[in-house]
């Protein structure tokens, strides 16, 4: 497809309402099989919001070094990422049509860089293990881009800043991580465990900076210290936070999806803007 092709079938697409930006904390694989206060708040998200045309999903679960992908697989699959995990779990399929057109748009949105086609990915844990629960007739296309891994967290807030447009042509964007996320210090109680104190100190600071509309300052993860690093001993977990970040207008309304904790360190705060 050429950039004219492009244009003639995006301008057929209709202005809708804008897409909200959304950010998921996606925690265990096994919330894909739960009937649980979080997986509950994901089937409300689905019930409440406009149907998208698209779905682009952001995960934690695809990293690539050097340069950003967006999938263009017309019929991705589902990738079990993990192991030792219950066999119920693998014999989960969530697998909606992909939306190649669509992921060329990005393509042609994007002009810092160069974003490539990638022609062979499915869909991560960090995209189907939520997307089940808020569509679960895996009926709307969908695709991902991934997280250039080598690139700072301020790189990916102003990569998200130029995908802003798609909200208005009914693709809803989705990022999904953890605001707080460190699997070394697991308390193995699940979500009956009390979060540390600088699980909770950590995701207070990131909640009142979204409340305060400092969006850009959760870039700056190196003015964390400390406590971002035991927070985030490594960053990918954070960085899809910066893509609903720089998606939102300082105007917009931001509200908590859900607000809790996994194991004590993970963080499962999910929060919408638009």
């Not at 808020?134 to 790189?155: E, G, H, L, R």
Request: negative net charge; charged residues 20%; glycine residues 8%.
């Amino acid at each position: 497809m050429n950039l004219q092709e492009l244009k003639n079938i995006s301008a057929g697409f209709k202005l809708t309402e804008k897409m909200p930006a959304i950010f998921i904390g996606h925690g265990n694989p096994m919330n894909a099989l739960a009937d649980n206060s979080f997986t509950d708040s994901l089937h409300t998200l689905g019930e409440n919001i406009e149907r998208p045309r698209a779905i682009l999903v952001v995960s934690a679960h695809w990293l690539t070094m050097n340069r950003t992908y967006v999938s263009v697989n017309p019929a991705p699959h589902t990738i079990y990422d993990f192991g030792g995990f219950p066999q119920q779990l693998y014999n989960v399929k969530y697998e909606p049509k992909g939306a190649p057109a669509v992921a060329r748009e990005v393509i042609s949105e994007v002009k810092s860089i160069g974003i490539l086609e990638e022609h062979k990915m499915g869909l991560d844990h960090g995209a189907w293990t939520v997307l089940r629960h808020i569509y679960p007739d895996a009926d709307i296309p969908t695709f991902q881009m991934s997280i250039d891994f080598s690139k700072p967290p301020q790189f990916h807030f102003e990569l998200a800043r130029e995908l802003r447009s798609l909200r208005n042509r009914g693709v809803m964007i989705l990022a999904s991580g953890n605001i707080v996320h460190n699997l070394r210090q697991i308390n193995w109680g699940g979500d009956t465990a009390q979060p540390y104190d600088w699980a909770l100190e950590f995701d207070t600071m990131v909640k009142n900076k979204l409340d305060n509309r400092q969006l850009a300052e959760l870039a700056d993860f190196k003015s964390f210290g400390a406590l971002g690093q035991i927070a985030h001993p490594s960053n990918d977990h954070y960085l899809p936070v910066l893509y609903t970040a720089g998606l939102i207008n300082t105007d917009e309304p931001i509200k908590y999806l859900y607000e809790g904790f996994d194991m004590g360190s993970i963080s499962m705060r999910c929060f919408q803007a638009g």
